[in-house]
């Protein structure tokens, strides 16, 4: 399974983080101090896969970006290496060339979009199409609310003047 | 649109973005979280809507690895809100802030529980998405039937439902009392017919947790698994938007295939011919393509389909393909694929036996050792630690030792580990040993453990002929400028106890030993100043005639360190300076060490719980714990006279005892010098306590203290006795239990296939044979390894050789030293065709106990072979040349155990019998051609020709013509015993020597007539 996901910018910020397996805030800090220093410190063409304490981080960066994803040392690792290429894919179709920054400033939405892929640090949907209908349909479910509400709070406004 | 009235969170992303250094975003946040605690404080005031966007904010902060501790409450009460926008909100913040053990999430199962039941199935949504990311136990009790309720429900749309598998999941982790076992077998059946992919996968990942825990329960799944990954590898009826880069769902295909991994066996034989044809489609269909991630993913296939051939193919067909694939992986250019490469490899090694074909690929894995990459290096170690055998142990641990120097810290301390466990495990002789742990210390002695020098001085001491080559070596390094301290502990050790055998070379009096040494005493840390003191001591005692100037100078630093802080080493001054002016009595006191028990070595058994340890939750690993390690065992037994209280060995004689172990020691308990109790009976431990304080209770004869110090004096006289002592005590613990640890059977059919390997083995000894066949003559070469500290006694080995053989076997050694190989070549001439086979009647003597096997010699039929390729032109005359019986006989077999084409082939040619491609215009046959080589025949050819039957595999006709009457009878015979389905041997209790060896009996050619007949076939090769 999944432990976590991290994604980390080139200069070690932290852009999303995900738990499925439970750790204290404090273990937290340190699994990310102690992997952006085993990942960001990797060369050009080496492997994917980083060995760290009996599990495996498999990881993959995009432009300044780094995916990690931390596995069982018996788990497939390609496997996940695809894992983060797919929600990568659906990213980029959502935002449409995504780029750190669409991640910066929407970075809740960069977890609706997980939360559709994974759940229990296990894959959920393969199917980008799937997924992003999912979306748009959570996406039309909060604009209608929102309409909804300023018209009300337009109407209070009006019949309160 | 996604910042939809949140602008104040975009204002402050940017605010944060836009600090210049760490100080001033940290005085952002500080201001933003006042801010935000102020506002949940009059809660009142604040919107839906102001209330979502603190939330997120709070998220936002939180991930930059600031400490937010408040506002889960507010995180918590969005769950509860009304609407969608909220609810959504208070769903992924708190799962991403809290995790499963905290507190507040008690507080809303209610509330997570009434979306779970309720109708709106967006909510359903967003609750199982939490409850699967951070529910714990609570939940799991609480919300488990609901939500097995709408995964089988068929009215809910699979966006629910998948949610629903992937929640039970993390529900069944948490608890797994949750899921009723009986019911489910027959659920889970009905849930992998599912259609909607999407669902499946999450179906899959719930039933590989499943499985994992209970093969049995679900064994009525398995055919559905095997259809699954049929459908998909065929890509039938797959809709476009679930292939990925033109696959069809990597992901469901490697899930399939990892629950597959935790059936045992696939019994059903269209079952498993299915599925052999797809894992031989994978293996053999996925190229390397340009574009990355379709690479991946078929990558990602191929490697689980490995794993699975691993671990179903019990015939290790399929093995040298996949090892061949695998040497081709760890030489690509892509590094993903290398290491997976490597790592599969590994995990190769531990459960088939093919050591040898990996073998074949040493040279690229040393090469990987020096790869640009750490974790490819991590790789490359854990393989060639795990190939290594007493073949290419030199090779290895000389690249090891040459790595040594260059590799990362962080790899240090494991290479040198292994490296020593390597140099102890495969020792061709002691002497190599000693080197390789010298130059271990040598080159990183920071990153050599204790438990290394231990068992080096432990080898060193139990055996003499060692104990001048260790004592010359300690004294080389000693001239070495710069020394690592734990060489300094080392050598001191060694050369106190054995300097007195270098007497008379150059530089190695006792007063030069003494110098080189006390030259180190300056610098060195206090344990090591103990054990400087008690080689001074030992110098002073075989310094014969005494030196007048090395006592006083000895003498003096005894009374310095007298008053020192340290009360260890004060009290070894004080003792040895007291001692050493009572004259005799310093060398009874201070005798040699004696043996120590044999016992398993504490590295050893560090690196077997560590293999245990990650073999732990690995499918393809569970086989190999049920294969028995070939790792050193010796005997561990309680001495059967250790119950001798030791307090009446006398006051002076504990103490030699003590000054050795004392370091370490905390069995002892002395008063002012003396000892007072010492525990009779040391539990047996494999730690270093454990050996110091073995030969105190081994050790003590149960006779008078007399005796007792006598034995003591006579230092080499009195350890052949410990041994004695020590191999009665083996008898006693274990007459007649002297178990194969290798399932012979195995072993044998094994070896007939391949040429070199293990042919026996057992606690004691392991017999491994090597073996070159030209033409009609065979070179064969027994290894006899005695894995022990104690020499193998009255070895004795003859050949039964069967009527058509011809076999000298060179002398065998009576002994075989400790920890000692032997080589004893055998020559074999094959006078004609026969399928008898010769049998090794081997016995020897260990302590008292006798060993006695009888083991077939895999000298067979097929050795004689050597493929030919020949063409039609040459082919179809012989053949027709050759017609009817006896010359060609024709035979239809059946019960053959089922096998692809492929697969056959593979197993003709491990058989030598060339398999001609193309020949035969129906595909479905098989076409061959071999000679034979006997002194009688010389080379004659033998065709060969198998009709298979694709409706039906166990069937099958066989056709063989050769110009010998007999060679055809017993080829066909021989083919026969090899196609025909018999049921592997049960790997569990070996059958003790006794009943091996009847069943080993070469069979008597009388039964020969009734083998036509398959089923008395079997029971006589049974």
Redesign the interface.
Known sequence: MIHFVILLSRQG????????S????KER?KV?RELSGLILTR?P???????WK?YKVVYRRYASLYFCMCI???D????I???I??FVEILDRYFGSVCELDL??????A??IL?EIL??G?????????VAR?IA???S???T??EQ?SSISNMIGQATK | ?????MRGL?VF??DV?NCQNKEQERLRIDKELGNIRTRFKNEKGLT??EKKKYV?KM??IY???Y?VDFGHMEALSLISAP???EK??GY?VTS?LL???HEFLRMVINTVRNDIIGRNE?FQCLA??MV??IG?KEFAESLAPDVQRLLISSSCRP?VR??AA??L??LY?KNPDVVNIDGWSDRMSQLLDERD??VL??VM?LFVALVSNNNEAYWNCLPKCAKILERLARNQDI?Q??T?YGIP????Q??TM?ALQYFPTVEDPNTRRALFEVLQRILMGTDVVKNV?KN??S??VL??ALALVMHLDAEKEMMSQCVALLGKFIAVRE??I???GLENMTRMLLITDVQDLIKRHQAQIVTSLKD??I??R?RALDLLYGMCDVTNAKDIVEELLQYLSTADFVMREELALKAAILAEKFAPDLSWYVDVILQLIDKAGDFVSDDIWYRVVQFVTNNEDLQPYAAAKAREYLDKPALHETMVKVSAYILGEYSHLLARRPGCNPKEIFTIINEKLPTVSKPTVAILLSTYAKILMHTEPSDPELQEQIWAIFRKYESYIDVEIQQRAVEYFVLSRKGAALADVLAEMPKFPERQSALLKKAEDAEVD?AE?????LRSQQQTSNALVVTDQQPVNGPLPINQLGLVRIPSQKMEASSHNQGLTKENGAVSKVDPEPAPSADFLGDLLGPLAIEGPPAATVSAEQNMISGLEATPNAADALALATVGDQSNSVQPIVNIAERFHALCLKDSGVLYEDPYMQIGIKSEWRAHHGHLVLFLGNKNTSPLLSVRAVILPPTHLKVELSLVPETIPPRAQVQCPLEVVNLRASRDIAVLDFSYKFGTTVVSVKLRLPAVLNKFLQPKSVSAEEFFPQWKSLSGPPLKLQEVVRVVKPMSLPEMTNLFTSLHLGVIPGLDTNSNNLVSCTGFYSESTRAMLCLIRVETDPSDRTQLRITIASGDPTLTFELKEFIKEHLINIPTPTPAPAPSPALAAAALQPQSPITRAGYTDPGVMLAGLL
């Open positions: 910020k932290v852009r999303l983080t995900k738990w499925y439970p750790y204290s805030q800090t990310i060369g063409k080496l492997c994917n896969f980083v060995e009996g069982d040392a018996d497939n690792e390609l496997e290496l695809e894992i290429h797919h910066i400033f929407n970075f809740h939405k977890y609706y939360d759940i229990a296990e894959f959920q949907e393969p199917s980008k199409k799937t999912l349909a959570q996406d479910l909060v604009e609310a929102q509400a | 649109m996604a910042l939809l009235g975009s992303i940017s973005r839906p809507n997120w998220l936002y991930m930059l690895g400490d609407k969608y926008p959504q909100v992924i991403c995790n499963e053990s967006t199982l998405t699967g990311n714990g966006l998948k949610k992937l929640c999941l993390r982790r992919l999407g996968t999450s990942s809709p938007e679930y990925y769902s990597p992901w469901l490697v899930k990892k991630n991946n993913a990558h990602a490697f689980e590094p993903n290398r290491y997976l640009p990459d974790s490819i991590r990650t939750q690995s499918a393809i690993k």
